[in-house]
């Protein structure tokens, strides 16, 4: 997480890899119970990651980084069983631990579909994310693309990836 | 969406964050709440015109230290408990201590005088200025604050709204302590404990609503 704060993207990609197995035996084991599908807790799981991304600035690297995730894996699920008006089924709040016990390799599909969600957001974010974050290039090269300052397109990236965070909240409710 | 693909996306040209920035925007963001709440005091009421004599003094240096104390302490806590889990490290009690040390000073005050005085020293000449000025001058340093715990991810609302409250009721205080003319011990510990108090509780209702991300 420390490497990944401080913008190191193949640890990042691999603390996020990791702490999606757990995130999956996590919502698997909470929403199967309660009679849900898998697709539900994938989405749970995407949410959960994008929360983890767009939020990281906000972990302490003194603190230890289980309770963390678990407060926001926890409040995903929370938010989800409040939105989707399902009695809040009992979430305890002592099984920090468990988190990291369990793992779950089976990637399955989310509901979502990433093109239909990036057509809705503005063009100047879409451009941003697609370039940086889909086709891989770098900043400046993307920059130089499409014709704006590099901080532009970090803004950019970093707006268009809330909004997607927003698209998929909203998705729920309808 | 594949999961995999959204790990590949999340974890492509990752920018580097700064974890100094939520304890950096609260500070800054009591730094500019503060400013307002002095600012809108000084355009609606003005300063009290005895604030230079040494016996008001006294009493403005209490009023400011009792509510820059309720200020201090909730930043600190909010700072924890504006993050993801911050509830679990943060014994939020603490933040009680200000309101104890005033009655207790106020208990004192009132215990050392004639007990024909009481009416006077408790309800003071502009309680019911004081009850209106202190919530209303709290609004704004209150949507600054809540502005700024939206971006720092608190998990719970109730608790991180109520402490947003509490900071924003003292940040007024502040402000309202320099037009405020009644010098009593049990006045600011009745009237600004409570308006205080007031505001912690509107915040904690008003919380989930405003700061679900």
């Known amino acids: ?174 | 969406m594949k999961t995999d693909e959204l790990i590949a996306m999340l974890g492509t040209n990752v920018e580097r964050v700064d974890h100094r920035q939520v304890t950096r925007l609260l500070g800054l963001t009591v730094v500019v709440a503060v400013a307002i709440a002095v600012g809108t005091t000084l355009l609606m009421l003005g300063i009290r015109a005895d604030a230079l004599d040494s016996a008001s003094l006294v009493f403005l240096g209490l009023k400011l230290g009792f509510a820059a104390a309720i200020v201090a302490l909730g930043a600190m806590y909010l700072a924890k408990v504006a993050r993801p889990g911050g509830e679990r490290m943060a014994p939020v009690t603490i933040v009680a201590l200000p309101f104890i040390a005033i009655v207790l000073l106020a208990a004192i005050a009132l215990a050392f005088a004639p007990s024909s005085h009481w009416n006077n020293m408790v309800v003071g000449d502009q309680w019911l200025e004081c009850l209106l000025s202190i919530p209303i001058i709290a609004i704004v340093p209150f949507a600054v604050v809540i502005w700024a715990v939206r971006r720092t991810a608190p998990t719970d609302l109730v608790r991180a709204g109520a402490l947003a409250g509490l900071v924003a009721g003292g940040i007024s205080a502040i402000g309202y302590a320099l037009h405020c003319t009644d010098d009593s011990v049990p006045f600011v510990a009745l009237w600004y404990g409570g308006t205080i108090a007031i505001c912690t509780l509107a915040g904690a209702i008003l919380g989930p609503r405003l700061l679900r991300w």
């Open chain 1, 1 to 174: 997480m420390v490497a990944g704060l401080a913008g190191d993207a193949a640890s990042h990609r691999m603390l996020l890899e990791r702490l999606s197995h757990h995130l999956r035996a996590y919502y698997k084991s909470r929403l199967l119970r309660g009679g849900r599908s898998v697709a539900e807790a994938e989405d749970l799981v995407q949410d959960a990651l994008i929360a983890i991304h767009t939020q990281r600035h906000t972990y302490d690297p003194t603190q230890p980084l289980t309770p963390w995730v678990y407060a926001v894996a926890r409040y995903k699920l929370i938010d989800h069983l409040r939105r989707t008006r399902a009695s809040s089924a009992d979430v305890p709040i002592e099984d920090a631990d468990e988190i990291l016990a369990r793992d779950d390799h089976a990637a399955a599909e989310s509901a979502y579909d990433l093109n239909r969600l990036l057509a809705r957001i503005p063009k100047k974010m879409r451009s941003a994310i697609q370039c940086v974050k889909l086709d891989g290039l770098s900043v400046a090269e993307a920059a130089g693309r499409c014709g704006v300052s590099e901080s532009a397109i970090k803004v950019n990236v970093h707006r268009g990836l809330k909004a997607l965070a927003a698209l998929i909240a909203r998705e729920k409710i309808a």
